[in-house]
């Protein structure tokens, strides 16, 4: 009996059969779950933007499998910094990567002088934040756009008026 409870407590051995991940250089091209994993990126995102912004374009290979060139691949990150991280819009994006261009399209991460970051229009932000955002959430929350000082008094009035609702509502009722 003891022999049989050994047996059963002894590790599984481990498959060696199994291909070690390798690391690639740097000017390796990239599969798309390698784009998505190292960018934190859902792969439908990633398809969705060569719809929205025509600078990226992968190589296509038989059945369709996608390989990102390392120019892509730091396009796609300036795309998600600015989407993610800076509160761009989709619109706002595509008109700053033409406007860095002239135009032309094509990589920006290369680029010399970045663009400082600005605040995207406000008609841009409403009707592109319903119209056109993908339904994913975001690996870290998009800063807030920057407020006027009569819509931070609006909103710390609207948040004052919330406390003492709430204030109400945990009083006993009698």
Same mark, same amino acid.
């Given at each position: 009996?003891?022999?049989l409870?050994?047996?059963?407590?002894? /590790?599984?051995p481990?498959?060696?059969?199994?291909?070690?991940?390798?690391?690639?250089?740097? @000017?390796? !091209?990239? @599969?798309?779950?390698?784009?998505?994993?190292?960018?934190?990126? /859902?792969?439908?995102?990633?398809? !969705?933007?060569? @719809? =929205? !912004?025509? &600078?990226? =374009? /992968?190589?296509?290979r038989?059945?369709?499998?996608? %390989?990102?060139?390392?120019?892509?691949?730091?396009?796609?990150?300036?795309?998600?910094?600015?989407? %993610?991280d800076?509160?761009?819009?989709? =619109?706002?994006?595509? =008109?700053?990567?033409?406007d &860095?261009?002239?135009?032309r399209?094509?990589a920006?991460?290369? #680029?010399? #002088?970045p $663009?400082?970051?600005?605040?995207?229009?406000?008609? #841009? $932000?409403?009707?592109e934040?319903?119209?056109? *955002?993908?339904? $994913?959430? *975001?690996?870290e929350?998009?800063?807030?756009?920057?407020? @006027?000082l *009569? &819509?931070r008094?609006?909103?710390?009035? $609207?948040?004052?008026?919330?406390?003492?609702?709430r204030?109400?509502?945990? &009083?006993?009722v009698?």
């Amino acid at each position: 009996m003891t022999a049989l409870l050994d047996l059963m407590s002894e /590790p599984e051995p481990q498959d060696d059969r199994r291909p070690r991940p390798v690391a690639k250089s740097a @000017t390796a !091209f990239r @599969t798309i779950s390698e784009v998505s994993t190292d960018l934190a990126v /859902p792969q439908h995102v990633l398809r !969705f933007w060569e @719809t =929205k !912004f025509p &600078q990226v =374009k /992968p190589l296509k290979r038989g059945g369709g499998r996608r %390989y990102y060139r390392p120019e892509d691949v730091d396009l796609l990150r300036r795309i998600r910094d600015l989407l %993610y991280d800076q509160g761009y819009t989709i =619109k706002g994006v595509q =008109k700053l990567l033409r406007d &860095q261009r002239g135009g032309r399209g094509g990589a920006v991460a290369d #680029d010399p #002088d970045p $663009v400082e970051p600005a605040t995207p229009p406000a008609e #841009d $932000v409403a009707e592109e934040a319903v119209a056109e *955002a993908p339904v $994913v959430a *975001a690996p870290e929350a998009a800063p807030a756009p920057r407020l @006027t000082l *009569a &819509q931070r008094g609006r909103i710390q009035t $609207v948040i004052t008026e919330l406390r003492a609702l709430r204030e109400l509502l945990r &009083q006993p009722v009698g």
